[in-house]
């Protein structure tokens, strides 16, 4: 084809994207601040540096274990929410059908569901009416920031680090988040309340706190009950929120019991509830809900202006996608725990594998290489004697064949620039042990 040098250029004789770049051209400056933020850039980075070294073994990505995953489910669990329709709600044929395949209630189809989900797996009495399901909790995080983010003043707290989607979902919509410190036992209620303080004397309004209490992304750290039960104590004395996102807790390691969600703590109502079926199902349906049942002094619930934003962002949830998580549900007697039993044993087999690798290869006297040893979940935080940035990443999957995601990301480029995270929920045991070898040999070459 012939180049594109000139005005004179045929349209016929132009390739698409040569003829779109002589066409008006926008600076990233004219657009949302947001879109140079490294909050919504890193994860794309990453993704290029993967891209571009195929045959390195991945520590990097977060994607749940797909193992399980059959395509011949997919029809049976439409099949089975199909007949909940019919038999369980009474719905007349032609209901069933517009259900499936008209517009959607707002708010979702599958409440129900998800509020005995609730009762079976965490013993939590939801009204189906204060859930509103969403695509994927990324989503509901959105929604619940544009709700509380009025003007320049207000802000959130989250534990340095924290997952990016949530730094992210705040830039979209404009809203400050502060730091908080994190300790092996998560966000610390310490710095919590030390961080309310100086955002007022800043002439700010605190308005939420977003943790991950089991098993966070990206730390692994887990929140004892106490912690939990001091994070509510705060949250009514400041009149804060606490935002509670929960898409790990099944994947404990087993042993004990789990503690439980700071909502079903919360008699106070300052508990918004994130749920995710991303790792319990499967993230290809893109399901997530909120639990928002705080009144509102005008009328309604927290619920009920959510769903306001929502019929303006997406206007429903995939019916489509809420009728295979909904068949799924009712299939495992609508407990998560049973549904992702599985993938749970497949991370607890991989935790153990990589914590065990870890000591093997790293475990010395001298070993100035040092990790954390989570409960479940499917992330390990290795802390190394040198910068572990993206240059050292293209070196690690360039010269010895590794992926891991640098911690600093995380930290909303404050900190974590000596670590990196390791996820371990997609390779076998094997792959770990490969992988964790050429690992070693990296931090040899680093450190010698
Ligand atoms: C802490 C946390 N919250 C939410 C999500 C995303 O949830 P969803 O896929 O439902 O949007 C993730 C995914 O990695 C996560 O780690």
Redesign the pocket.
């Known amino acids: 084809m012939t180049p594109v040098t000139g005005p004179g250029a045929t349209v016929l004789d132009a390739p698409a994207p040569a003829a779109a770049a002589a066409g008006h051209v926008l600076h990233t400056g004219e657009l949302h601040y947001s879109l140079t933020d490294p909050a919504l850039t890193s994860m794309t980075l990453l993704s290029e540096i993967a891209v571009r070294h195929p045959d390195a073994l991945s520590f990097a990505a977060?994607l749940p274990f797909e193992g399980h995953y059959e395509t011949s489910a997919l029809p049976r669990y439409l099949e089975t929410y199909t007949r909940h329709l019919s038999q369980e709600r009474g719905l007349t044929p032609e209901q069933v059908t517009r259900t499936l395949f008209q517009y959607g209630p707002t708010k979702g189809i599958i409440n129900d569901l998800l509020a005995r989900h609730l009762m079976i797996d965490e013993g939590l009495t939801v009204d189906p009416d204060a859930i509103v399901v969403?695509?994927?909790?990324?989503?509901?995080?959105i929604l619940v920031l544009r709700a509380l983010r009025r003007d320049a003043r207000d802000v959130v707290f989250a534990a340095a680090p924290t997952?990016v989607?949530?730094t992210g979902a705040s830039r979209l919509v404009d809203m400050t988040v502060r730091q908080v410190r994190e300790t092996a036992h998560g966000l610390d209620p310490d710095d919590l309340e030390a961080q309310i303080r100086m955002a007022r004397a800043d002439g700010l309004n605190p308005r939420a706190c977003y943790v991950?209490p089991d098993f966070?992304?990206p730390s692994g750290a887990t929140m004892p009950v106490d912690v939990r039960r001091r994070l509510l104590r705060i949250a009514e004395e400041e009149g804060i929120l606490l935002l509670e996102?929960n898409?790990?807790s099944m994947f404990h390691d087993g042993g004990g019991t789990r503690p439980p969600t700071i909502k079903s703590l919360d008699a106070a109502g300052r508990v918004v509830y994130?749920g995710?079926?991303?790792?319990t199902a499967f993230?290809g349906a893109?399901?997530?809900y909120v639990v928002a049942d705080q009144r509102i002094a005008e009328g309604g619930r927290f619920a009920d202006q959510l769903v306001k934003i929502k019929s303006m962002l997406t206007l429903n949830t995939s019916t489509l996608a809420q009728a295979a998580i909904g068949g799924l549900l009712i299939e495992h007697g609508c407990s998560t725990e049973q549904a992702s039993a599985r993938a749970a044993e497949v991370y607890r087999r991989n935790g153990r594998a990589l914590l065990d690798g870890l000591q093997e290869r790293f475990g010395g006297p001298d070993s100035r290489v040092r990790w954390n040893t989570p409960t479940g979940g499917m992330f390990v935080v290795l802390t190394v004697p040198f910068r572990a940035d993206e240059a050292a990443l293209q070196r690690s999957a360039r010269d010895f064949g590794v992926l891991w995601t640098p911690m600093y990301h995380f930290y909303a480029g404050a900190g974590g620039l000596n670590q990196l995270r390791l996820s371990f929920s997609v390779l076998t045991p094997e792959e770990i042990g490969v992988g964790l070898d050429r690992l070693a040999a990296f931090v040899a070459q680093r450190t010698a």
């Open positions: 977060g969403t695509s994927g909790c990324q989503e509901a995080m997952y989607g949530f991950i966070a992304n996102d898409p790990y994130f995710s079926f991303s790792k993230p893109r399901i997530g």
